[in-house]
């Protein structure tokens, strides 16, 4: 059966509507692994000898224990917000005679062999057989290596119960980052030493190999956990049932001061309120308005001026990004119906301009407190929201002209990638990266001052010249309609 169901999964990869079109993410995606493997390799081939080097009065092996509380916790926070339980499509399965159980066996099974996990590998084995060829007792060093792999594996399934349990909860993503920034501001206190205590069990481990038992039981319960927990979601109709939910009309007359886009503005902002998906846009807007908090209380990043306009761009933009990098595709579901209606896609698209546009002056506003970091800092931003209103919103619009991903808005909000793309990965270039480029130019160049009426003056020209500009976006997006219509239609 294990067979059959991968000789499923095969045929899935490359008879899906989709491979060619993210094809150049998936390699994008396998250098980003390469990476990561090699970073990794260097970590466990250089490990030994560096922390040998840097405490030679004490034991390597008894350093790294020590310090693998931070590497679980931080582990388990990066799992969370990266990884996803692998699926398959389940529902055709049902209605033949397989069992469940072998089913979510497969499911979790495949889960084991993921990225996540065999990546820890090819540090925890370099350093293991450095140990070993140091005189290090063979038996108790493969004992240890392996309770790091169970560890490893423990931390896969702990990831998939707390998902579990805070998938259909708004900010789902709160709970675990309240949890472990608890744990280590515990162990930062000296309140509670679990650096001590991990690095102790491990210790142990080492010495008394029999003790491998306590992680191996403690990894059986979380699988059964997650046996239980995944069958009982394991059936035809478990996403049938809809939720009744009172919806609250709010009094939106006010977008009838815009015009002619008022009627697409309602419907942008009931979208962007009515579902988990948009709604991450909203509160991202809180993580961007104090995105400078990290920095400029930071005395490291004082004398590093350009990093004033990264953060000017970043926290008046920060809702510019978060919604406009989807469009068109939050109209995924019903964009069909949406092109056959008697509509201009001037307005349509106009009406996506004008909520990005005003949503960079209020963050600017809002951000204004942080004169208290000094004048350059507020007119660094002030040059910002200027460059976010006059070319990003465009650069942001042009590049949806190019997504083809289409979005479901009723999935989970927090850190959800399904949707994104190629253009996604590539349009953060000019947000972000262009305008500090040209400020650091010509700030190291002439100065603070000039390099902030660069921003403003290119922000300036493309507010002049919006209306050309629009009509240049508008046809590239009356050139590709029927492309993500089909695009949308067909991509799952």
Not at 87 to 96: F, G, N, R
Not at 266 to 290: C, E, F, H, P, Y
Not at 453 to 478: E, P
Request: with cysteine; hydrophobic share 55%.
């Amino acid at each position: 059966m294990i067979k059959r169901f991968l000789s499923l999964e095969w045929k899935a990869f490359f008879r899906s509507a989709s491979f060619g079109k993210s094809l150049g993410i998936k390699i994008f995606m396998g250098f980003l692994s390469l990476y990561f493997i090699a970073m990794f390799l260097a970590m466990g081939v250089g490990l030994y000898p560096v922390l040998k080097k840097t405490f030679p009065e004490k034991d390597p092996l008894i350093l790294v224990n020590s310090m693998l509380f931070f590497w679980i916790i931080g582990d388990l926070v990066f799992r969370f917000f990266f990884q996803k339980l692998p699926v398959m499509s389940v529902k055709p399965l049902l209605t033949l005679p397989v069992k469940r159980s072998k089913v979510v066996n497969y499911v979790l099974g495949k889960s084991a062999v993921s990225f996540f996990n065999y990546v820890s590998l090819f540090a925890i084995i370099p350093f293991g057989i450095t140990l070993i060829t140091k005189d290090y007792p063979v038996t108790n060093v493969l004992i240890w290596m392996l309770a790091l792999i169970i560890v490893v594996l423990i931390i896969n399934f702990l990831n998939f119960i707390i998902e579990s349990f805070s998938a259909e909860k708004e900010l789902s993503f709160l709970p675990i980052v309240v949890v472990a920034g608890g744990l280590y501001a515990l162990n930062h206190f000296d309140v509670i030493s679990f650096n001590d205590i991990i690095g102790s069990a491990f210790n142990a481990i080492y010495d008394s190999p029999i003790l491998i038992v306590v992680p191996l039981l403690i990894l059986i319960v979380c699988y059964i956990i997650n046996f239980k927990l995944l069958k009982q979601k394991l059936f035809l109709d478990s996403g049938l049932k809809t939720k009744i939910k009172e919806v609250n009309a709010s009094n939106l007359e006010w977008t009838k001061n815009f015009g002619d886009i008022a009627p697409f503005m309602q419907l942008d902002l009931k979208l962007i309120w009515r579902n988990k998906r948009t709604k991450s846009s909203v509160w991202m807007i809180a993580m961007g308005l104090l995105y400078g908090l990290f920095i400029y209380t930071n005395p490291q990043f004082k004398t590093m001026t350009p990093f004033y306009v990264f953060v000017g761009v970043f926290s008046t933009g920060i809702f510019l990004m978060n919604f406009g990098q989807f469009i068109p595709a939050w109209d995924s579901s019903y964009y069909k119906l949406l092109m056959s209606q008697n509509l201009k896609y001037e307005q349509y698209l106009k009406s996506k301009f004008t909520l990005m546009a005003v949503s960079v002056l209020i963050m600017f506003v809002l951000g204004i407190p942080y004169v208290f970091f000094g004048w350059k800092v507020l007119f660094a931003h002030f040059a910002a929201a200027i460059y976010n209103i006059g070319v990003n919103t465009h650069v942001i619009l042009l590049g949806g002209s190019y997504n083809r991903k289409k979005i479901d808005l009723d999935k989970k909000a927090a850190f959800n990638y399904q949707g994104t793309g190629a253009v996604q990965w590539l349009i953060g270039i000019p947000l972000l990266l262009l305008p500090m480029g040209l400020f650091a130019a010509f700030y190291f160049l002439i100065g603070f001052e000039i390099a902030c009426l660069v921003l403003i003056i290119l922000g300036v020209v493309g507010i002049v010249f919006h209306q050309k500009l629009m009509k240049t976006i508008t046809q590239k997006y009356l050139d590709s309609k029927y492309k993500m219509i089909d695009a949308f239609d067909h991509d799952n």
